[in-house]
């Protein structure tokens, strides 16, 4: 029997100062599962996609992912693990400034294997932005950089997907886009958990 694809016992996590950000947490998201974490501002949700990610540690309890206790990777097992297993959609996009759309995707795809331009292409093309490979962030609105992180996020076809917040930046029209892409992603058998403070 496969382990759960994120399993939590008893996590508890300290921001300096001290501020607890999350008491406690027991929970188990299966393979294939989308799970939606919802909450204000502040409650948490990024901390928690963290600690799945392996950006963070625990303060105590216990974090596995695709059954790997991540406490127990060091900083470059850790990188690996997310680049060949985790996809990440980032609130704040994380876009290299200097870099085109197109080339912020293949980063990502050079970072795992090989860049392939015609597959980075067609991620941003899915994404409504086939219009804006040459563009560079700084050239970009903020829903379109949101576009362009969550192509990156899928380009390596990851096992499990993180966003946060993915839609807060898009209009109507884009977040149907976008959620119909993490629909596609989920129906392939991949593990979705999104943050967002949407009950939508």
């Known amino acids: 029997m496969n ?14 100062g001290p501020v607890r950000a999350l008491d406690r947490v027991s929970l ?9 974490v919802t909450g204000p501002s502040g409650a ?6 963290d600690l799945i990610a392996g950006l963070e540690r625990p303060t105590s309890g216990r974090c596995e992912v695709l059954g790997i206790d991540l406490a127990r990777l060091g900083p470059d097992e850790a990188a690996t693990f997310r680049r060949e297993h985790v996809g990440l959609v980032f609130q704040e996009f994380h ?11 293949m980063l990502a795809q050079y970072l795992h294997s090989m860049p392939d331009a015609r597959s980075a292409r067609r ?3 899915a994404v409504g932005l086939g219009g804006r490979l040459h563009h560079r962030p700084g050239q970009l609105s903020g829903g379109e950089k949101q576009r362009v992180s969550i192509a990156r996020a899928l380009a390596n076809e990851p096992r499990i997907l993180l966003a946060d917040e993915p839609t807060g930046n898009l209009d109507e029209e ?3 886009g976008v ?9 392939a058998g991949g593990t979705l958990v999104v943050g967002t403070h949407d009950p939508d």
């Open 3 to 16: 382990p759960p694809a994120v399993r939590m016992e008893e996590v508890v996590f300290d921001h300096p």
């Open 28 to 36: 188990e998201i299966e393979a294939g599962e989308w799970v939606s």
């Open 44 to 49: 948490g949700k990024t901390t928690l996609l």
């Open 95 to 105: 876009l290299v400034e200097y870099l085109t759309a197109l080339e912020n995707v």
């Open 123 to 125: 991620g941003l093309e």
């Open 174 to 176: 884009n977040q149907l």
């Open 179 to 187: 959620l119909e892409l993490f629909a596609g992603f989920h129906r």
